[in-house]
């Protein structure tokens, strides 16, 4: 469901804005989906027992998916792969999307840990 959300964003906008005009595209297409999510949530990172930091993803969808939305023309970086890998380990959350919209159609990495 979410990833449909993203094509029919994409079809509708296309490629061309910044990353915040397509998170705020999705959360009215997860409203209307009927699905829960927090927009920049916070997660703990711990280090050998101690809380080290926080981290915020773009958006937590239904309490299970980390979603991180891009907007790059062009090849993705494996830096952005490697980004929500590390939020997934720290979370403890289990599936992630990589969206990015910046290309002529949208591209869609699910990773799970």
Do not use: W
């Not at 994409?10 to 829960?36: R, T």
């Not at 980390?66 to 289990?94: D, N, R």
């Amino acid at each position: 469901m979410i990833i449909g959300c993203c094509f029919q964003i994409h079809n509708e906008l296309g490629p061309g804005f910044l990353e915040k005009i397509y998170a705020n595209a999705l959360k009215i297409k997860l409203n209307e989906a009927g699905l829960s999510f927090q927009a920049e949530k916070e997660f703990e990172v711990i280090f050998q027992n101690v809380n080290i930091g926080k981290f915020r993803c773009d958006l937590f969808v239904e309490n299970k998916v980390i979603v991180e939305l891009k907007s790059v023309t062009g090849f993705q970086p494996k830096l952005f792969q490697s980004q929500l890998l590390s939020y997934l380990k720290a979370s403890k959350v289990k599936t992630g999307l990589l969206i990015n919209f910046g290309n002529t159609s949208c591209e869609v990495k699910r990773l799970s840990i």
